[in-house]
């Protein structure tokens, strides 16, 4: 079965800082998703990646996905408080979505 | 974007008793949405497929006769939680995937607790 490693699980990053937030399949992926969660509200849908190599950015997070398209990066630049939350990957390894699995999340604080 | 929308937010409910959960897609027409459990400080979990006028596809481990899904609209898609339990408490939330599109779009999620 597909598994997703995110890493860091917690990251607390003073405003103002550039992070990292790195999502590992066990698997070649189809699609790999990128949300931002408030721990018991909404996901809201950041970026698919699906091709190998791709990168997309959006405002301050730019997503990659490496060339085996197991391994994803998600990069935020010059961080925010705006920007804390969970932030999840979700992998879809049958490019139908029914099977989408996602990660653990990792958990951002951005102190002002 | 679009708008998938969940009623209610939270709900708490005795234990024994049944809760329904809807999720509505507002501007599109949904053939498949799916629901998601989430436990604190855990993953979400797909729980099942539900499909637009047939039977909803179930996880492995998720029991189909507790968690009724019914999918009778193309804008509507129901979680019946039955004979809930204080195990049941949880966070759900479902999602829909916009036709054509390949990205999904969440509901805000239902908190339930069962006293």
């Known amino acids: ?112 | 974007g679009a708008v998938v929308s969940q009623h209610p937010s939270w709900v708490i409910c005795k234990s024994g008793t049944s809760v329904k959960i809807e999720c509505r897609s507002l501007d599109f027409q949904a053939t498949t949405m799916f629901w998601y459990r989430q436990f604190p400080k855990q993953s979400l979990m797909l729980m099942a497929t539900s499909n637009e006028g047939s039977k909803a596809t179930y996880e492995q481990g998720v029991e189909k006769d507790k968690f009724l899904i019914n999918h009778a609209s193309l804008t509507l898609s129901t979680l019946t939680v039955t004979s809930a339990h204080p195990e049941d408490s949880s966070f759900y939330i479902c999602s829909a995937i916009l036709p054509g599109r390949t990205e999904a779009f969440f509901g805000q999620g239902t908190r339930l607790t069962v006293v």
């Open chain 1, 1 to 112: 079965s597909q598994e997703l490693e995110q890493s860091p699980q917690s990251l607390i990053v003073q405003e103002g800082k550039n992070l990292t937030i790195n999502c590992t399949s066990s698997k070649t992926l189809y699609g790999l998703y990128w949300y931002k969660q408030k721990y018991g509200e909404g996901l809201i849908f950041l970026m698919m990646l699906q091709k190998g190599g791709e990168e997309k950015s959006h405002e301050k997070i730019t997503a990659k996905l490496d060339e085996k398209k197991q391994q994803s990066s998600l990069h935020i630049t010059a961080s925010q408080p705006s920007h804390a939350g969970i932030y999840l990957c979700g992998a879809d390894g049958s490019g139908g979505y029914q099977k989408v699995t996602f990660g653990i999340g990792t958990k951002l604080q951005v102190i002002p």
